[in-house]
Protein backbone atom coordinates (compact mmCIF):
# COMPACT_ATOMS: atom_id res chain seq x y z
CA UNK A 1 0.00 0.00 0.00
CA UNK A 2 1.36 3.38 -1.18
CA UNK A 3 0.58 5.46 2.02
CA UNK A 4 1.12 3.50 4.76
CA UNK A 5 5.08 2.66 3.56
CA UNK A 6 5.33 6.42 2.19
CA UNK A 7 3.83 7.48 5.86
CA UNK A 8 6.15 4.62 7.60
CA UNK A 9 9.34 6.13 5.89
CA UNK A 10 7.94 9.87 7.07
CA UNK A 11 7.71 8.91 10.76
CA UNK A 12 11.25 7.55 10.23
CA UNK A 13 13.11 10.14 8.76
CA UNK A 14 11.52 12.63 11.56
CA UNK A 15 13.13 10.62 14.42
CA UNK A 16 16.62 10.18 12.93
CA UNK A 17 19.77 8.93 14.52
CA UNK A 18 21.51 12.02 13.85
CA UNK A 19 20.03 14.76 16.17
CA UNK A 20 20.87 17.59 13.82
CA UNK A 21 18.19 16.62 11.38
CA UNK A 22 15.47 16.04 14.74
CA UNK A 23 16.65 20.01 16.08
CA UNK A 24 15.58 21.49 13.27
CA UNK A 25 12.37 19.61 12.62
CA UNK A 26 11.70 20.67 16.43
CA UNK A 27 12.43 24.33 15.47
CA UNK A 28 10.14 24.04 12.33
CA UNK A 29 7.34 23.23 14.76
CA UNK A 30 8.00 25.91 17.10
CA UNK A 31 8.03 27.95 14.25
CA UNK A 32 4.24 26.99 13.05
CA UNK A 33 3.26 27.15 16.73
CA UNK A 34 4.42 30.39 17.01
CA UNK A 35 3.01 32.20 14.36
CA UNK A 36 -0.74 30.37 14.26
CA UNK A 37 -0.51 31.36 18.09
CA UNK A 38 0.35 34.87 17.74
CA UNK A 39 -1.79 35.43 14.19
CA UNK A 40 -5.01 33.67 16.79
CA UNK A 41 -4.18 35.92 19.46
CA UNK A 42 -3.60 39.53 17.63
CA UNK A 43 -6.64 39.02 14.83
CA UNK A 44 -8.88 37.77 18.21
CA UNK A 45 -7.90 40.64 19.82
CA UNK A 46 -8.60 43.04 16.88
CA UNK A 47 -12.46 41.79 16.27
CA UNK A 48 -12.82 41.91 19.98
CA UNK A 49 -11.58 45.65 19.99
CA UNK A 50 -13.98 46.34 17.41
CA UNK A 51 -16.83 44.45 18.79
CA UNK A 52 -17.05 45.39 21.75
CA UNK A 53 -16.30 49.40 20.65
CA UNK A 54 -19.45 48.67 18.87
CA UNK A 55 -21.67 47.46 21.94
CA UNK A 56 -20.32 50.06 24.01
CA UNK A 57 -21.31 52.91 21.18
CA UNK A 58 -24.82 51.56 20.74
CA UNK A 59 -25.79 50.85 23.86
CA UNK A 60 -25.28 54.35 24.37
CA UNK A 61 -25.49 56.08 21.64
CA UNK A 62 -28.39 56.21 19.17
CA UNK A 63 -28.43 54.34 15.98
CA UNK A 64 -29.31 57.39 13.94
CA UNK A 65 -29.65 61.00 14.56
CA UNK A 66 -31.82 63.47 12.53
CA UNK A 67 -30.64 67.29 12.57
CA UNK A 68 -30.79 69.91 9.96
CA UNK A 69 -27.32 71.72 10.72
CA UNK A 70 -29.13 74.65 12.89
CA UNK A 71 -31.54 75.10 15.84
CA UNK A 72 -34.29 72.07 15.08
CA UNK A 73 -37.79 74.46 15.52
CA UNK A 74 -40.25 72.37 14.15
CA UNK A 75 -38.70 68.78 15.82
CA UNK A 76 -42.69 67.63 16.59
CA UNK A 77 -43.76 68.35 13.26
CA UNK A 78 -40.34 66.07 12.05
CA UNK A 79 -40.96 63.81 14.92
CA UNK A 80 -44.57 62.97 13.53
CA UNK A 81 -43.05 62.62 9.98
CA UNK A 82 -40.91 59.61 10.82
CA UNK A 83 -42.44 58.32 13.98
CA UNK A 84 -45.68 57.44 11.91
CA UNK A 85 -45.84 53.60 11.68
CA UNK A 86 -44.91 53.55 8.06
CA UNK A 87 -41.50 53.61 8.30
CA UNK A 88 -40.04 49.86 8.96
CA UNK A 89 -37.44 49.21 11.03
CA UNK A 90 -37.49 51.81 13.63
CA UNK A 91 -38.30 51.24 16.83
CA UNK A 92 -38.65 55.19 18.77
CA UNK A 93 -37.84 58.61 18.46
CA UNK A 94 -36.33 61.08 21.18
CA UNK A 95 -35.49 64.87 20.83
CA UNK A 96 -31.83 66.08 21.85
CA UNK A 97 -29.88 68.72 22.91
CA UNK A 98 -26.10 67.87 23.03
CA UNK A 99 -23.00 70.24 23.29
CA UNK A 100 -19.66 71.54 24.93
CA UNK A 101 -19.94 73.07 28.76
CA UNK A 102 -18.02 73.46 31.28
CA UNK A 103 -18.78 71.94 34.92
CA UNK A 104 -17.41 73.22 38.30
CA UNK A 105 -17.78 71.94 42.04
CA UNK A 106 -15.81 73.28 44.91
CA UNK A 107 -13.32 75.46 42.58
CA UNK A 108 -12.52 72.28 39.78
CA UNK A 109 -13.56 73.10 36.82
CA UNK A 110 -13.72 70.99 33.63
CA UNK A 111 -14.58 70.68 30.31
CA UNK A 112 -17.65 68.22 29.65
CA UNK A 113 -20.52 67.38 26.70
CA UNK A 114 -23.69 67.93 28.11
CA UNK A 115 -27.02 65.99 26.68
CA UNK A 116 -30.32 67.12 27.31
CA UNK A 117 -33.02 64.33 27.01
CA UNK A 118 -36.71 63.62 27.70
CA UNK A 119 -35.99 60.71 30.05
CA UNK A 120 -39.43 58.85 29.47
CA UNK A 121 -38.50 59.33 25.18
CA UNK A 122 -35.09 58.64 25.97
CA UNK A 123 -35.42 55.02 27.78
CA UNK A 124 -37.73 53.67 24.71
CA UNK A 125 -34.07 54.15 22.86
CA UNK A 126 -31.66 52.96 26.11
CA UNK A 127 -31.67 51.15 28.94
CA UNK A 128 -30.22 54.39 30.91
CA UNK A 129 -31.04 52.23 34.15
CA UNK A 130 -28.30 49.69 32.72
CA UNK A 131 -25.75 52.26 32.79
CA UNK A 132 -26.65 54.56 35.44
CA UNK A 133 -25.80 54.19 39.50
CA UNK A 134 -28.42 56.09 41.45
CA UNK A 135 -31.90 57.05 39.73
CA UNK A 136 -32.66 57.46 36.03
CA UNK A 137 -35.59 60.28 37.42
CA UNK A 138 -34.36 63.72 36.77
CA UNK A 139 -36.41 66.66 37.92
CA UNK A 140 -35.59 69.96 36.98
CA UNK A 141 -32.39 71.12 37.97
CA UNK A 142 -30.84 67.44 38.23
CA UNK A 143 -27.92 66.15 36.27
CA UNK A 144 -26.36 62.41 35.77
CA UNK A 145 -22.34 62.73 35.84
CA UNK A 146 -19.81 60.17 34.26
CA UNK A 147 -18.45 58.28 37.18
CA UNK A 148 -14.89 58.90 35.72
CA UNK A 149 -15.80 63.34 35.60
CA UNK A 150 -17.53 63.17 39.10
CA UNK A 151 -14.41 61.96 40.44
CA UNK A 152 -12.27 64.18 38.67
CA UNK A 153 -14.45 67.31 39.94
CA UNK A 154 -14.34 65.50 43.24
CA UNK A 155 -18.45 65.22 43.24
CA UNK A 156 -20.85 62.33 44.39
CA UNK A 157 -24.53 61.80 44.26
CA UNK A 158 -26.25 64.31 46.10
CA UNK A 159 -23.73 67.26 45.42
CA UNK A 160 -24.02 70.23 43.59
CA UNK A 161 -22.40 71.45 40.30
CA UNK A 162 -22.48 74.38 38.27
CA UNK A 163 -22.71 73.86 34.40
CA UNK A 164 -22.07 76.83 31.92
CA UNK A 165 -23.13 76.91 28.70
CA UNK A 166 -22.31 78.95 25.58
CA UNK A 167 -25.90 80.66 26.80
CA UNK A 168 -23.95 81.61 30.01
CA UNK A 169 -21.04 83.30 28.41
CA UNK A 170 -22.40 84.94 25.70
CA UNK A 171 -25.01 87.56 26.98
CA UNK A 172 -21.97 88.48 29.87
CA UNK A 173 -19.04 88.87 26.46
CA UNK A 174 -21.59 90.95 24.80
CA UNK A 175 -22.00 93.44 27.56
CA UNK A 176 -18.05 93.33 27.87
CA UNK A 177 -18.08 93.94 24.43
CA UNK A 178 -20.78 97.10 24.88
CA UNK A 179 -18.59 98.37 27.66
CA UNK A 180 -15.49 98.68 26.05
CA UNK A 181 -17.23 99.86 22.39
CA UNK A 182 -18.40 103.03 24.68
CA UNK A 183 -16.40 103.55 28.05
CA UNK A 184 -19.24 106.33 28.87
CA UNK A 185 -22.14 103.56 28.75
CA UNK A 186 -24.20 103.14 31.73
CA UNK A 187 -23.52 99.85 33.08
CA UNK A 188 -26.27 97.60 33.50
CA UNK A 189 -27.93 96.67 36.35
CA UNK A 190 -28.30 92.99 37.94
CA UNK A 191 -31.92 92.77 36.63
CA UNK A 192 -31.16 94.38 33.69
CA UNK A 193 -28.61 91.71 33.12
CA UNK A 194 -30.95 88.75 33.89
CA UNK A 195 -32.73 89.45 31.12
CA UNK A 196 -29.83 89.10 28.63
CA UNK A 197 -27.69 86.36 30.69
CA UNK A 198 -28.49 82.59 31.60
CA UNK A 199 -27.12 82.84 35.04
CA UNK A 200 -26.07 79.12 35.90
CA UNK A 201 -28.09 77.45 38.87
CA UNK A 202 -26.53 74.56 40.84
CA UNK A 203 -27.43 70.97 39.62
CA UNK A 204 -28.40 68.15 41.83
CA UNK A 205 -25.88 64.96 41.00
CA UNK A 206 -29.00 61.98 41.29
CA UNK A 207 -26.54 59.66 39.51
CA UNK A 208 -23.45 58.65 37.81
CA UNK A 209 -23.01 57.06 34.55
CA UNK A 210 -20.97 53.64 34.07
CA UNK A 211 -21.16 52.55 30.32
CA UNK A 212 -17.68 51.41 30.22
CA UNK A 213 -16.36 53.31 27.80
CA UNK A 214 -13.89 55.92 29.32
CA UNK A 215 -14.35 58.54 26.98
CA UNK A 216 -18.17 58.68 27.82
CA UNK A 217 -17.74 58.28 31.33
CA UNK A 218 -15.26 61.48 31.63
CA UNK A 219 -17.27 63.96 29.82
CA UNK A 220 -20.27 63.41 29.71
CA UNK A 221 -23.83 64.76 31.83
CA UNK A 222 -27.15 64.34 31.45
CA UNK A 223 -29.92 66.40 32.24
CA UNK A 224 -33.17 67.35 31.49
CA UNK A 225 -34.21 68.76 28.05
CA UNK A 226 -35.99 71.71 29.62
CA UNK A 227 -32.47 73.01 31.71
CA UNK A 228 -30.65 72.48 28.33
CA UNK A 229 -32.95 74.15 26.17
CA UNK A 230 -32.86 77.28 28.69
CA UNK A 231 -28.81 76.36 29.15
CA UNK A 232 -28.24 77.32 25.15
CA UNK A 233 -30.96 79.37 25.13
CA UNK A 234 -32.70 77.49 22.46
CA UNK A 235 -36.63 78.37 23.61
CA UNK A 236 -38.44 75.05 22.47
CA UNK A 237 -35.79 74.26 19.81
CA UNK A 238 -33.72 70.84 19.90
CA UNK A 239 -30.09 70.06 18.26
CA UNK A 240 -32.02 67.03 16.74
CA UNK A 241 -33.24 63.70 16.94
CA UNK A 242 -32.58 60.55 18.25
CA UNK A 243 -33.80 57.26 16.43
CA UNK A 244 -33.09 53.75 17.27
CA UNK A 245 -33.99 50.95 14.67
CA UNK A 246 -34.27 47.01 14.87
CA UNK A 247 -31.15 46.10 13.72
CA UNK A 248 -28.29 48.81 13.97
CA UNK A 249 -25.94 46.91 11.97
CA UNK A 250 -27.70 47.52 9.02
CA UNK A 251 -29.56 50.96 8.91
CA UNK A 252 -29.12 51.81 5.48
CA UNK A 253 -32.58 51.19 4.49
CA UNK A 254 -34.06 53.18 7.16
CA UNK A 255 -32.31 55.80 6.96
CA UNK A 256 -32.85 56.14 3.21
CA UNK A 257 -36.76 55.83 4.21
CA UNK A 258 -36.46 58.83 7.14
CA UNK A 259 -34.67 60.95 4.10
CA UNK A 260 -37.41 60.21 1.88
CA UNK A 261 -39.97 60.99 4.53
CA UNK A 262 -38.34 64.68 5.37
CA UNK A 263 -37.76 65.47 1.56
CA UNK A 264 -34.28 67.53 2.23
CA UNK A 265 -35.93 69.71 5.58
CA UNK A 266 -33.21 67.77 7.34
CA UNK A 267 -30.87 64.80 7.32
CA UNK A 268 -29.71 61.47 8.64
CA UNK A 269 -26.65 60.47 9.89
CA UNK A 270 -25.77 56.78 11.43
CA UNK A 271 -23.85 55.75 14.51
CA UNK A 272 -21.27 54.14 11.95
CA UNK A 273 -21.36 57.14 10.08
CA UNK A 274 -20.05 59.77 13.03
CA UNK A 275 -17.34 56.70 13.83
CA UNK A 276 -16.56 55.49 10.52
CA UNK A 277 -12.91 56.83 10.67
CA UNK A 278 -11.58 54.48 13.58
CA UNK A 279 -13.48 51.34 12.26
CA UNK A 280 -11.95 51.57 8.93
CA UNK A 281 -8.61 52.23 10.98
CA UNK A 282 -9.14 48.92 12.78
CA UNK A 283 -10.10 47.18 9.61
CA UNK A 284 -7.12 48.40 7.98
CA UNK A 285 -4.70 47.31 10.93
CA UNK A 286 -6.45 43.86 11.49
CA UNK A 287 -5.67 42.96 8.08
CA UNK A 288 -2.01 44.54 7.80
CA UNK A 289 -1.12 42.91 11.00
CA UNK A 290 -2.36 39.31 9.53
CA UNK A 291 -0.18 39.99 6.29
CA UNK A 292 2.89 40.73 8.25
CA UNK A 293 2.22 38.35 10.98
CA UNK A 294 1.76 35.48 8.90
CA UNK A 295 5.63 36.18 7.57
CA UNK A 296 6.32 34.26 10.69
CA UNK A 297 4.53 30.57 9.14
CA UNK A 298 6.44 31.88 6.04
CA UNK A 299 9.38 31.78 7.52
CA UNK A 300 8.68 28.48 9.79
CA UNK A 301 7.74 26.72 6.26
CA UNK A 302 10.92 27.85 5.18
CA UNK A 303 12.71 25.84 8.14
CA UNK A 304 10.53 22.87 7.09
CA UNK A 305 12.07 23.47 3.76
CA UNK A 306 15.66 23.73 4.89
CA UNK A 307 14.84 20.02 6.97
CA UNK A 308 13.64 18.18 3.87
CA UNK A 309 16.26 19.07 2.01
CA UNK A 310 18.75 17.96 4.64
CA UNK A 311 16.91 14.93 4.82
CA UNK A 312 17.07 14.56 1.12
CA UNK A 313 20.98 14.88 0.79
CA UNK A 314 21.84 12.25 3.54
CA UNK A 315 19.39 9.58 2.50
CA UNK A 316 20.34 9.76 -1.35
CA UNK A 317 21.60 6.58 -1.31
CA UNK A 318 18.21 5.27 0.62
CA UNK A 319 16.28 6.58 -1.86
CA UNK A 320 18.76 5.53 -4.81
CA UNK A 321 17.95 2.44 -3.51
CA UNK A 322 14.27 2.15 -2.71
CA UNK A 323 13.97 3.58 -6.69
CA UNK A 324 16.38 0.23 -7.68
CA UNK A 325 13.65 -1.93 -6.10
CA UNK A 326 10.92 -0.18 -7.52
CA UNK A 327 9.14 2.31 -5.29
CA UNK A 328 7.61 4.47 -8.06
CA UNK A 329 7.87 8.28 -7.73
CA UNK A 330 4.67 9.17 -6.41
CA UNK A 331 5.55 6.94 -3.34
CA UNK A 332 9.01 9.03 -2.68
CA UNK A 333 7.26 12.20 -3.20
CA UNK A 334 4.68 11.34 -0.44
CA UNK A 335 7.77 10.05 2.21
CA UNK A 336 8.55 14.27 2.24
CA UNK A 337 5.24 15.03 1.39
CA UNK A 338 3.91 13.44 4.96
CA UNK A 339 6.79 15.13 6.43
CA UNK A 340 5.64 18.53 5.70
CA UNK A 341 1.89 17.84 6.20
CA UNK A 342 2.90 16.35 9.44
CA UNK A 343 5.09 18.71 11.23
CA UNK A 344 2.48 21.26 9.89
CA UNK A 345 -0.21 19.81 11.25
CA UNK A 346 1.82 19.58 14.27
CA UNK A 347 2.71 23.23 14.66
CA UNK A 348 -1.34 24.25 13.85
CA UNK A 349 -2.86 21.80 16.18
CA UNK A 350 -0.09 23.44 18.97
CA UNK A 351 -0.40 27.00 17.63
CA UNK A 352 -4.54 26.11 18.05
CA UNK A 353 -3.98 25.17 21.30
CA UNK A 354 -1.47 27.98 22.77
CA UNK A 355 -3.60 30.55 21.30
CA UNK A 356 -6.85 29.63 22.92
CA UNK A 357 -4.83 28.99 26.53
CA UNK A 358 -3.72 32.64 25.81
CA UNK A 359 -7.11 34.43 24.62
CA UNK A 360 -8.24 32.55 27.85
CA UNK A 361 -5.52 34.02 30.81
CA UNK A 362 -5.09 37.43 28.60
CA UNK A 363 -6.02 39.50 31.20
CA UNK A 364 -4.49 37.71 34.25
CA UNK A 365 -1.70 38.14 32.35
CA UNK A 366 -1.43 41.92 31.48
CA UNK A 367 -2.59 42.19 35.45
CA UNK A 368 0.75 40.13 35.93
CA UNK A 369 2.55 42.42 33.68
CA UNK A 370 1.22 45.35 35.48
CA UNK A 371 1.87 44.42 38.79
CA UNK A 372 4.76 42.48 38.69
CA UNK A 373 6.94 44.49 35.63
CA UNK A 374 5.37 47.36 36.11
CA UNK A 375 4.25 47.21 32.23
CA UNK A 376 0.86 48.97 31.69
CA UNK A 377 -0.58 46.93 28.37
CA UNK A 378 -3.71 48.41 26.78
CA UNK A 379 -4.32 50.99 28.97
CA UNK A 380 -8.20 52.08 29.72
CA UNK A 381 -7.47 55.60 29.20
CA UNK A 382 -6.22 55.01 25.87
CA UNK A 383 -8.40 52.31 25.12
CA UNK A 384 -11.39 52.92 26.85
CA UNK A 385 -12.29 49.44 28.33
CA UNK A 386 -11.23 47.62 31.14
CA UNK A 387 -9.58 44.44 30.14
CA UNK A 388 -8.18 43.34 26.88
CA UNK A 389 -11.57 42.27 24.98
CA UNK A 390 -11.12 39.59 22.38
CA UNK A 391 -13.57 37.43 20.11
CA UNK A 392 -13.00 33.89 18.41
CA UNK A 393 -14.23 34.00 15.22
CA UNK A 394 -14.07 30.24 14.11
CA UNK A 395 -13.93 31.56 10.37
CA UNK A 396 -10.97 33.43 11.04
CA UNK A 397 -9.24 30.76 13.21
CA UNK A 398 -10.12 28.55 10.53
CA UNK A 399 -8.41 30.27 8.05
CA UNK A 400 -5.60 30.88 9.85
CA UNK A 401 -4.98 26.74 10.96
CA UNK A 402 -5.61 26.27 6.99
CA UNK A 403 -3.36 28.47 5.33
CA UNK A 404 -0.84 27.62 8.18
CA UNK A 405 -1.22 23.74 7.26
CA UNK A 406 -1.35 24.42 3.40
CA UNK A 407 2.15 26.89 3.65
CA UNK A 408 3.91 23.72 5.48
CA UNK A 409 2.55 21.07 3.33
CA UNK A 410 3.74 23.23 -0.28
CA UNK A 411 6.71 24.10 1.42
CA UNK A 412 7.55 19.93 1.22
CA UNK A 413 7.07 19.91 -2.63
CA UNK A 414 10.39 21.13 -3.75
CA UNK A 415 12.39 18.68 -2.02
CA UNK A 416 10.09 16.15 -2.84
CA UNK A 417 10.60 16.69 -6.20
CA UNK A 418 14.01 16.71 -5.97
CA UNK A 419 14.41 13.65 -4.23
CA UNK A 420 11.70 11.96 -7.10
CA UNK A 421 14.12 13.22 -9.49
CA UNK A 422 17.34 11.54 -8.17
CA UNK A 423 18.47 8.85 -10.90
CA UNK A 424 18.89 6.04 -8.83
CA UNK A 425 22.48 5.12 -10.49
CA UNK A 426 23.85 7.99 -9.76
CA UNK A 427 22.23 7.95 -6.32
CA UNK A 428 24.37 4.88 -5.52
CA UNK A 429 27.86 5.78 -6.71
CA UNK A 430 27.46 8.55 -4.09
CA UNK A 431 29.86 7.53 -1.18
Not at 33 to 50: A, C, H, K, R
Not at 134 to 158: C, Q, R
Not at 322 to 337: D, E, H, N, P, Y
Request: aromatic share 8%; net charge neutral; hydrophobic share 45%.
Amino acid sequence: MQAPFSLFLALRYLRPKRTFVSVITVISVLGVILGVMVLIVVISVMTGFERTLQKAILGFEPHLRVTNGEIMRNWREVMGKIDNGKIPGLVAVAPYVQGPVLVEHEGRVNPAILRGIDVEAEEKLIDLKKFVIGTVDMPLDSVIVGKELAMDLGANIGDEITIYAPGNIHGILQEIQRESDDPNAKPKTLAELKGDVVFPAPMKIVGLINSGRNSVDSSTLLVPLTNAQALYELKDGVHGLSVNTTNPYDVRTTKRLIDQALDGKAFTTSWFDENRERFEAIDMERHVMFIILFFIVLVAAFGIMNTLITVTVQKKREIGIMKALGARTSQIVWVFLWQGMFVGALGTVGGLVTGMTVLYYRNPFRDWLSSTLHIQVFPPGIYEFEGIPAEIVPHDVAVICIGAFLLCSLAALAPAYAAARLDPVKALRED
